[in-house]
């Protein structure tokens, strides 16, 4: 009814997404999930609660399952999505999906001081999401893609929008995405679709595709 804390959990040896909190809380009620050690193959954490903040997570999945994402923002009990939502300072790695997907409507959505290595893709929206503001700001991506060419049909995408109203881009890093395959139909650092209104200033892209 007003606060929902998960905070300073350790979970390890999962083959389904470790923390998921799918339901939904009543207006004005706030959700933290933070401080959580995840160590397991399946996803890290998945949820669609709003007046959310998830930060400070240590996310680890070495040899993930197909599609495992690190966090995972989606539609639950509540189909209209989520109202507030900020992804602030997480570690992720080794997740064959991606690293933050965002797969639900969010109406204000900050993604910021996150560090994404060895993961399929970075931080990506989907056509299910769509957001009114979006500010992607300060993170690091490293070594994006399929780790071979097994699997490599897909995009290979470092950030990625869609469907959003108004959204900043900047102040990313992001080095080494696609450099390990070489059949994706596509491979680019950054990507938006049906975004009215787009800045993007400061990121670094460094050996896009390299090797390819």
Do not use: F
């Not at 998945?46 to 599609?67: I, P, Q, V, Y």
């Not at 900050?110 to 999401?129: F, P, Q, R, S």
């Amino acid at each position: 009814m007003l606060e929902t804390r998960v905070a300073g959990n350790q979970v390890l040896g999962c083959n389904e997404t470790a923390i998921a909190l799918l339901g939904l809380g009543m207006p004005g009620s706030a959700a933290r999930i933070e401080r959580n050690t995840v160590q397991s193959m399946g996803g890290g954490i998945a949820t669609s609660l709003d007046g959310l903040w998830m930060g400070d997570n240590k996310l680890d999945a070495s040899g993930a399952a197909a599609g495992a994402n690190g966090i995972e923002l989606r539609a639950g009990l509540d189909k209209g999505g989520t109202g507030q939502c900020q992804i602030l300072a997480n570690q992720i790695r080794g997740y064959a999906g991606a690293g933050i997907a965002l797969r639900a409507p969010v109406d204000a959505l900050v993604v910021k001081l996150n560090i994404v290595e060895a993961c399929g893709n970075g931080i990506v929206m989907t056509d299910d999401a769509q957001a009114d503001a979006a500010a992607i700001e300060n993170n690091q991506l490293r070594d994006i893609g399929p780790a071979g060419e097994e699997g490599a049909k897909e995009p290979v995408l470092g950030i990625a929008l869609s469907r959003v109203q108004g959204a900043t881009v900047g102040g990313n890093v992001l080095r080494r995405v696609g450099a390990a395959v070489r059949e994706a139909p596509l491979r680019a650092g950054g990507a938006a679709l049906t975004t009215l209104r787009l800045r993007v200033t400061g990121n670094e892209i460094v050996e896009l595709a390299h090797g390819a």
